[in-house]
Every structure is written in structure tokens, then in C-alpha cells.
């Protein structure tokens, strides 16, 4: 039988929110940078417009997202406190979570404020530091996987 999952996070797990607000957060970060990946390639105006369009809206919706899940989070216990990690690893991952907040709202509104070539600019630079804090972070869960699995023997 699975276990059951609670609607929010435990001392040791989270909820099924957190984990939808999580993964809805990831599909919509993957839907951003496959949608505007083909952007320097010189399509139609038309098909340009709608691409940005449809980037902007996306972008909105995981500015929205992120918002909502900041609130989640800030009135929900914190799992990763409850796990058996160093207290430099526990560091490490908090500063990660925290950083990945920070550096998607500033993502977010640096692409609103996109108008011209300077915000632009500082919007590649943060979505290509998102995808990096991306990196670290996939790799930190990883990790925290495999110590949980070694753990558990």
C-alpha cells in the first residue's frame, strides 16, 4: 500500500500542496524556456508576437504561482529541518530554496519590465542563473535521496 500523503507538510515530509504548487512551479518553468528557446531564429512577426505573448503570460502565471507558494510556504512546517542533515548541507539547502524565491520574482519582473535593451539584458542574466540555482538544487535533492536511501538500510 502507498502511504498516505498529508495535505501539508509534516516535520518530515510535505503535503500534497506543497508538492503540486512545487511541481506545477517546475512544469511551468520547463513550458517558459521551451517556448522562448526558438525566439532568435527570425520567425513571422505574427508567430514572434505570439511567442512573447504567450512567454509573458506564462511568466505572469509563475510569478502568481510563486507568490502563492511563498505564502504556503512561510505558514507550513519546514521538512528539511526534520531531516538527519549536517547542519552545513541543512544550511546549503535552505540558502537554495531561498535563493530559487528570490532569483524567479526577480525573473518575473525583470521580463515586465523588459521594454528595453538594459532590462532585457538583465532578464537573459537572471533566467540563465535561475537554470544554474535550477542545477544545484535538482542536484541537492538528489543527493539527499540517495543519503535518505542509505540511511534507511
Not at 54 to 67: A, E, V, Y
Not at 86 to 115: D, F, M, N
Not at 137 to 148: D, E, G, K, P, S
Request: charged share 15%; proline share 3%; with cysteine.
Amino acid at each position: 500500500a502507498l502511504p498516505m500523503i498529508q495535505w501539508r507538510n509534516s516535520e518530515s515530509g510535505f503535503g500534497w500542496v506543497g508538492r503540486i504548487l512545487h511541481w506545477t512551479g517546475v512544469a511551468l518553468v520547463i513550458a517558459i524556456y521551451i517556448g522562448i528557446s526558438g525566439l532568435d531564429a527570425p520567425p513571422k512577426v505574427y508567430e514572434r508576437d505570439v511567442v512573447i505573448a504567450t512567454h509573458n503570460i506564462m511568466g505572469w502565471s509563475l510569478l502568481g504561482l510563486i507568490l502563492v507558494r511563498l505564502t504556503w510556504r512561510l505558514r507550513s512546517a519546514n521538512p528539511v529541518l526534520g531531516w538527519r542533515l549536517s547542519k552545513g548541507h541543512e544550511r546549503l539547502v535552505v540558502t537554495v530554496h531561498r535563493a530559487l524565491y528570490v532569483i524567479v520574482i526577480a525573473t518575473c519582473v525583470s521580463g515586465w519590465l523588459a521594454t528595453e535593451q538594459t532590462a532585457v539584458s538583465l532578464h537573459d542574466r537572471l533566467a540563465m542563473g535561475l537554470l544554474l540555482l535550477l542545477a544545484a538544487h535538482a542536484t541537492l535533492a538528489l543527493i539527499n535521496m540517495l543519503v535518505a536511501s542509505v540511511d534507511d538500510r
